[in-house]
């Protein structure tokens, strides 16, 4: 198993502002995923970030509203950039086990945009 | 592409009553099925997981679900609430894109359990 710790837990911003969300995991992992989980909502995912190449965005998701970087095994940030209140949701990391397809979760960082 | 469906965005039990969270499954392969439970203000934890091997798969916390393929379904069921297995639980599949497997949930049962 995978424990993932991300930060921040939660946070409130101004509109126009940007956040960078980090999630750390213990072991090295290939595929790390960010999701968005909108108030009373199922899971959306983001993109998937692979260590050494640009994240692969979903259809409704583009690069500059969300960058993401994975520098390493273990690391990722995703940022919501020019923040608006639609922007206000739970946004999740997420990491594939090594040979198991499990997914592991961190807890989540619950954004409110004012 | 694969896809799940949740009957039910809540269910509403009694402590010690038989919980039953329904799932059912769009795939043209074997499917790999998964059950996520969301306690308030948490992340995802895994409950259990179908990757082609035994049919009824035992999970953590009680639970257990059974893959029938004639129903293309993957229910989830415990025979007896506890007050802390209230909590939102997604079902969820593996699917392809743009060649990564990637999960993609359902959208959520809120299970409610009264004293």
Aim: aromatic letters at 10%; hydrophobic letters at 35%.
């Amino acid at each position: 198993s995978a424990v993932i710790s991300q930060k921040p837990s939660r946070d409130i911003c101004q509109r126009g502002t940007s956040l960078t969300i980090q999630c750390q995991v213990d072991s090295q992992v290939t595929m790390m995923f960010w999701y968005r989980q909108q108030p009373g909502q199922s899971l959306t995912l983001i993109a998937t970030a692979n260590q050494g190449s640009e994240a692969t965005y979903e259809s409704g998701f583009v690069i500059d509203k969300f960058p993401i970087s994975r520098p390493n095994l273990t690391f990722s940030t995703l940022t919501v950039s020019n923040m608006s209140p639609e922007d206000s949701s739970i946004y999740l990391c997420s990491a594939e086990g090594q040979g198991d397809r499990e997914a592991f979760f961190g807890q989540g960082t619950r954004l409110t945009v004012v | 592409a694969q896809s799940v469906t949740q009957l039910g965005s809540h269910v509403s039990v009694s402590e010690g009553a038989l919980v039953l969270l329904r799932c059912n499954y769009s795939s043209s392969v074997p499917p790999y099925l998964f059950w996520y439970v969301q306690y308030p203000n948490q992340g995802l934890q895994l409950l259990l997981k179908y990757t082609s091997a035994a049919t009824l798969v035992k999970g953590i916390n009680g639970f257990e679900a059974e893959f029938k393929k004639s129903e293309t379904s993957f229910h989830l069921t415990k025979p007896s609430a506890h007050m802390s297995d209230a909590a939102e639980y997604f079902c969820a599949v593996i699917t392809m894109n743009t060649g990564f497997q990637k999960l993609v949930f359902g959208t959520g049962t809120r299970l409610l359990v009264s004293p």
